[in-house]
């Protein structure tokens, strides 16, 4: 989490790690790209403003230090549209290793998610895919967005303008 975005926020809303009671100092981490609260000192710390039991949401005031906060990278797989082939021309075993090592999977354009569903793989994403993809990369997800060589170059761009991480995955068979 940037450090420009934590100066504007008064009360950040984390997960309760365990039980706890207002005025508890807590250190504040990320963990699976959501943001949790808990009794153990960390870089990042805070005061918890209500109760709030184990797994529940709890409003964390006064935030100080540095979240300890890693990007996710995005693996980009090319496929190609209908005219070219569709889903029955990828490297579906590839597409599979892929997407079997990320923590979220989307698809964008028909093909892309024919091409997923076939393969055996159901995307956690397909409206709002791309940017959703941004968000979860964000929060420290690997991602892979599986996506129609049309949009393909424009979603290069995309990353490329909130500077995230990417590796790109030409699964169009020969």
């Known amino acids: 989490i940037r450090r420009d975005i934590i100066q504007q926020v008064s009360v950040w809303t984390a997960i309760a790690a365990e039980d706890l009671k207002a005025g508890d100092e807590v250190g504040v981490y990320m963990k699976d790209g959501f943001l949790y609260a808990g009794k153990a000192p960390l870089a990042a710390t805070g005061s918890v403003v209500a ?48 997407a079997g090592s ?30 959703g993809v941004i968000e979860a990369a964000f929060h420290g997800i690997d991602c892979a967005i599986v996506i129609v060589d049309e949009e393909f170059t424009d979603f290069l761009k995309r990353l490329e303008s909130v500077e995230l991480a990417y590796v790109i995955h030409d699964l169009i068979a020969p």
């Open 51 to 98: 109760y709030a039991k184990k797994d529940e949401d709890v409003g964390v005031a006064r935030l100080n230090g540095i979240i300890e906060h890693h990007e996710g990278t995005v693996h980009v797989c090319k496929v190609p549209r209908i005219q070219h082939g569709g889903s029955r021309n990828v490297k579906k075993d590839q597409l599979l290793e892929i």
């Open 102 to 131: 990320v923590g979220m999977v989307a698809a964008v354009g028909l093909e892309a998610w024919i091409a997923l569903k076939s393969a055996g793989r159901n995307p956690d994403m397909f409206f709002g895919a791309r940017e």
